[in-house]
């Protein structure tokens, strides 16, 4: 799980450091200050450069918050592609303290590269084909050679029942929601959104369900309305970011993130919604039962419908993804 990148500079969360030098200090490591001309050596041994007190401490912050982030996620996606990664700053709204509130309701920041995870070429008789990228750490591919009911989505994009849009990365940074997937017959746990979801059916948004806090058996129509995805934004903190969108996550995203950061995400037998479409047919994935992430299927509007409403114990759940755009 990625390291909450407010650590160690606030304490618990709200604990701040009174003092001016013991802040500086902290933030940047040093054991020697200098204020306003007049030097003071604290160790003997002292081998650094002189620090100036005069930064504001807001931006010291800021600059190691962000400096940690970018080195991590570059350290990830060269990991993950074999090469570095152009990082464009974060977009101007983004700043620690909206960091610390989506780390604390269970959402990660990344940056995913604007990439097409595919290789399109002609054979030589003529015949287009699809296939993945060799990148060195996608291991778990959506080539999906496991469970034979589903699809394999290169096949997909080859014979036109999907876009290249299914297999491009966005190409921006990104909120992703880390709460865990839980197993057969439980609901997810510690869960952020309990509450809208209570709402959103007992405002008729969601069919009713017995446990209506759960994020299981809901509709994708239903998930992906203008009311129930204005709800979200709120909790989210993002409603009022006009450039920053809430979705179901792509099929390409899910599979990348869970290679880069949340394998467990093809380690529990529920499977998950996406918003690409297979030809006019919903998508859903990710169960360990089928394939994990390499799964995806694709259902009709009514075997959709009644997917939701089986009572069979491989229920469908969702979570949500944020594109932070600049």
């Known amino acids: 799980m990625p390291k909450n990148p407010l650590d160690n500079i606030f304490e618990s969360g709200q604990e701040r450091i009174d003092d001016h030098d013991a802040f500086v200090r902290k933030v940047l490591g040093s054991s020697k200050i200098v204020r306003a001309g007049k030097k003071t050596r604290q160790k003997e041994d002292w081998n650094g450069a002189d620090v100036n007190l005069n930064i504001d401490p807001k931006k010291l912050i800021e600059e190691k918050i962000f400096g940690e982030i970018y080195s991590r996620e570059q350290k990830a996606l060269k990991n993950f592609f074999g090469e570095e990664m152009k990082i464009p700053a974060l977009p101007d709204y983004v700043t620690p303290e909206r960091i610390g509130e989506w780390d604390k309701i269970g959402f990660d920041l990344h940056y995913l590269p604007p990439i097409l995870m595919a290789a399109m070429l002609k054979d030589k008789y003529g015949v287009l084909q699809v296939k993945p990228k060799p990148f060195p750490g996608w291991r778990e591919m959506l080539e999906n050679e496991i469970d034979p009911t589903g699809i394999n989505v290169f ?172």
């Open 155 to 326: 096949t997909a994009v080859k014979v036109g029942d999907m876009g290249e849009t299914a297999l491009t990365l966005p190409g921006c940074w990104i909120l992703f929601d880390r709460t865990p997937k839980p197993d057969l017959n439980e609901v997810y746990q510690k869960d952020v959104f309990a509450q809208d979801l209570e709402f959103l059916r007992e405002a008729g948004v969601f069919s009713a369900d017995p446990t209506s806090f759960s994020r299981l058996q809901i509709s994708i129509n239903e998930l992906q309305s203008p009311a129930a995805m204005r709800v979200f934004a709120e909790t989210l903190k993002v409603g009022n970011l006009p450039k920053a969108n809430v979705l179901l996550p792509s099929i390409i995203e899910y599979n990348v993130l869970g290679n880069l950061y949340y394998p467990q995400l093809g380690r529990a037998p529920i499977n998950e919604w996406f918003r690409d479409l297979d030809n006019s047919r919903y998508t859903l994935g990710g169960s360990s039962e089928f394939g994990g992430l390499e799964y995806v299927n694709s259902l009709e509007f009514e075997d959709a419908r009644r997917y939701v409403e089986d009572a069979d114990p491989y229920k469908v759940g969702f979570r949500l993804i944020v594109h932070l755009s600049s």
